[in-house]
């Protein structure tokens, strides 16, 4: 699938990470190409995590010679750029595998949302609850506050690396489909954003974890879908198997 970003279009993700390593190696091709960096970056995950948790704005894109250093630890050959984000003391460095790779997942997300109603609603039902998400994260913000599984404290961890998770009974997929299957036949796409709020709000569970944990449990939860769905990732009749992987 040929990826458009930042005015450009790449035939595959390695083409766009052989150009940002390209950038990246010379700090006057990085002044250069920022409107084309700047819309790669907007795409990690990283990056959005921060700008929300600060409450800032992604001001630049910059390289420097200590970046895989401080991020990556030394004797690495990792090509990193930095991202300059307003209200945060440090900036992000980023390798421009994980850059390219977050411009695919755009572009997938971008595609499935064309295609796939369903997403589309969940989608926007998440941002529904933001809020209160937000709220919980920042009701949580003590000077003792852990991860809920490791135990570690998150001060530990950069902004982007502490992470709201659903916990309980309900995840959020479990809380959609509850809600659809009393109210709309199980149609998500039926869902009420403003009423899910509220139901949201009085059905979720929400914990703390840092980035390893919450990872770990959503590869444990994926695990556990293909175990008990062993048709899942089988090929369908008359086809090749997929590579890819299931998604919850």
């Known amino acids: 699938m040929p990826l458009d970003v930042g005015g450009r279009t790449f035939k595959t993700k390695t083409a766009l990470e052989k150009e ?9 091709e990085v002044a250069q190409n ?9 795409c990690y995950t990283k990056v959005q995590d921060a700008i929300a948790d600060c409450n800032g704005r992604l001001t630049g894109v910059t390289c420097g010679p200590n970046a895989a250093k401080a991020q990556y630890g030394t004797g690495t050959n990792v090509y990193c750029l930095q991202a300059q984000i307003e209200g945060l003391a440090e900036p992000l460095c980023m390798s421009a595998d994980y850059i390219a790779r977050s411009v695919v997942s755009r572009a997938s997300a971008d595609a499935v949302r064309t295609r796939r109603p369903v997403a589309t609603k969940i989608e926007e039902l998440r941002e529904a609850v933001q809020p209160q998400i937000a709220e919980f994260k ?5 000077g003792s506050w852990v991860c809920n599984d490791c135990q570690r404290p998150l001060n530990d961890f950069a902004p982007a690396f502490r992470q709201v998770d659903h916990t309980g009974a309900y995840e959020f997929r479990h809380l959609t489909n509850e809600y659809a299957r009393m109210h709309h036949d199980g149609d998500v796409t039926q869902i009420d ?24 449990k959503k590869r444990k939860a994926q695990d556990a879908h293909v175990a008990d769905n062993p048709l899942a990732d089988a090929p369908h009749a008359g086809g090749s198997s997929s590579s890819g992987s299931s998604k919850k």
Do not use: G, Y
Request: glycine share 0%; with cysteine; proline share 2%.
């Open 34 to 42: 920022q409107a084309f960096l700047l819309a790669c970056v907007e």
């Open 20 to 28: 940002l390593k390209r950038i990246a190696k010379t700090p006057s």
């Open 193 to 216: 954003s403003i009423k899910f709020e509220a139901f949201h709000a009085q059905h979720a569970r929400l914990q703390m974890l840092c980035i390893h944990c919450n990872v770990r």
């Open 138 to 142: 920042e009701s949580a913000r003590t």
